[in-house]
Each structure stands twice: as structure tokens, then as C-alpha cells.
């Protein structure tokens, strides 16, 4: 097995028929320290692999999930392929892309943009509304909403965009169409709020539900409201089981926001 690295990219060629991890190990500490937001292996020159050698990927997300960063495995052969499925934890956990380009951009997908420390400072004691944008046309009237509401007070908002993965793909997989869509719709917020008075600042929480990424997001800030947009169509019984469970984990005010039209 030759590990091979640059910029971002590890990339392994030859037989992988055993754990490689202590062999890799270096160079993706080293690549981390250039790139913390995670790292890409190339898998395309992997000429045969057995479940041992699998086992190196398993390795491998551990040691990033210690140091909080991510991996994607790009460039995976069907037979590569195949082995990497009959080990059960590799399956479910391990990340992948088609190709080097859509893992970049995703590992530096990035819709807020830089923050002085200042503001960062500001948000850590900040009593926060955190907006929850679902997509659909609720958004441009929660939008409105929650900039009334912070509008001449000492409040902060932090816009949060749930990206929802499938159960049966992992957490940190990459979705460029979702992705996009969230890019897409913070830009169109950004542009709305640069002419008010207030601090604002712009979250993706990757999720299997929204109840899930509201919760996560709400322990990084101190929320006083929670704004959630609700599809405009009746409220259906999966609906009022997600306000249910909104109402009975959240202890600040809740505010939901339905279309009339």
C-alpha cells in the first residue's frame, strides 16, 4: 500500500488487504493541521481490498470524530465498493463523493461569513432568537417576523437551516443539493437584514430531524425564543407530533409560523 499525500487529499494505491491505519495515521494528522475542516482519501488506486483492510476507514473516522473534523472517501472502485458494504460499521458510518471536487465542497461548504471577534464575542452572552427556516415559502414570513422581533431590542438571531440526512446514509455525508438550497436561502436572508441594526448570525445543522437540529443548535446559544416555520398545507398528525415535541423539550417561548396562503 503507497499513501500518498497532498493539499487535502490522502490517497491510497495498491493492495489494501490489512489495517493501514498507524501507516496513515501521520499524514492525516499532518494534512489536519493544514485543513482542520476534515480530509478527502482517494481511493482510486486501490487495486484489491479484504474486511481487514476496511477496517483502516473505521480507524480513520474515529481518530477525526476525536479531533472534530470530517473525512470523505472519494473515488471508491465497485469492488472496493463491495467489501467496504459486507462491514456493517462502515456501511453506515462512511462518508462519500463521487469525485476530489464535490468532497471539497462540501467539507468547505460555508454559509456564514467571517465574524469579527467582537460579534463573536457579543453572541456567546447574547440572549439569542433562533430562527428555524424550513425551505418552503413559511421562510419569507418568519423572516419578517423575527427582524420585527429583534428589531430595537438587545437581541441577537441566530437562522438556523436544518440539512436532514437519510437514516440509512451517514451524518456527515456529503448533499450537494441540500447544500446549495441552504447557501441559496441564507444569501437571500443576508441580503434582506444588511440594512438593520442587528447581529445576526447563520447556522447548518447536519440532522436526521429538525426537532434534533433544534436542540443541538439551542445548547451553543442563550435562546430566549425559538421562531419555527411550519409548512402551509393542515397540520397533519406527524405536525402536531413535532410541536408536541418542540413545546415539551424547549424551555423558552415558542413561536410557530404557518403561511396563509
Not at 47 to 60: H, S, V
Not at 115 to 122: A, G, M, S, W
Not at 145 to 159: P, S
Not at 188 to 197: L, N, P, R, V, Y
Amino acid at each position: 500500500m503507497i499513501v500518498e499525500s497532498y493539499e487535502d487529499v490522502i490517497a491510497l494505491s495498491g493492495d489494501l488487504k490489512s489495517n493501514f491505519w498507524e501507516t496513515i495515521h501521520t499524514a492525516i494528522s499532518l494534512t489536519l493541521v493544514r485543513h482542520p475542516e476534515g480530509v478527502i482519501i482517494d481511493c482510486s488506486g486501490i487495486k484489491e481490498c479484504n474486511e481487514e483492510g476496511a477496517n483502516t476507514f473505521l480507524d480513520a473516522m474515529d481518530f477525526l470524530e476525536e479531533h472534530d473534523a470530517r473525512v470523505i472517501v472519494v473515488s471508491v472502485p465497485l469492488h472496493v465498493h463491495e467489501v467496504l458494504k459486507s462491514v456493517p460499521e462502515t456501511r453506515s458510518q462512511l462518508p462519500m463523493a463521487g469525485s476530489i471536487e464535490d468532497a471539497r465542497k462540501s467539507l468547505h461548504f460555508k454559509v456564514d461569513p467571517e465574524l469579527d471577534h467582537e460579534t463573536l464575542k457579543q453572541f456567546e452572552d447574547m440572549p439569542t432568537i433562533l430562527a428555524c427556516l424550513n425551505g418552503t415559502d413559511t421562510d419569507e414570513e418568519l423572516v419578517e417576523l423575527v427582524i420585527d422581533l429583534a428589531e430595537g431590542t438587545h437581541m441577537g438571531i441566530c437562522w438556523l437551516y436544518p440539512i436532514l440526512i437519510p437514516r440509512q446514509q451517514p451524518l456527515q455525508a456529503p448533499m450537494k443539493e441540500l447544500e446549495e438550497e441552504a447557501a441559496n436561502v441564507l444569501e437571500t436572508i443576508h441580503a434582506k437584514i444588511k440594512d438593520h441594526d442587528i447581529t445576526d448570525k447563520f447556522i447548518i445543522e447536519r440532522a436526521r430531524d429538525v426537532p434534533s437540529a433544534i436542540f443541538n443548535a439551542s445548547e451553543e446559544y442563550n435562546v430566549k425564543k425559538l421562531v419555527i416555520g411550519l409548512n402551509k398545507h393542515k397540520l397533519s398528525e406527524k405536525t402536531c407530533s413535532f410541536i408536541s415535541s418542540i413545546m415539551k423539550k424547549m424551555d423558552c417561548q415558542v413561536i410557530f409560523v404557518k403561511s396563509e396562503s
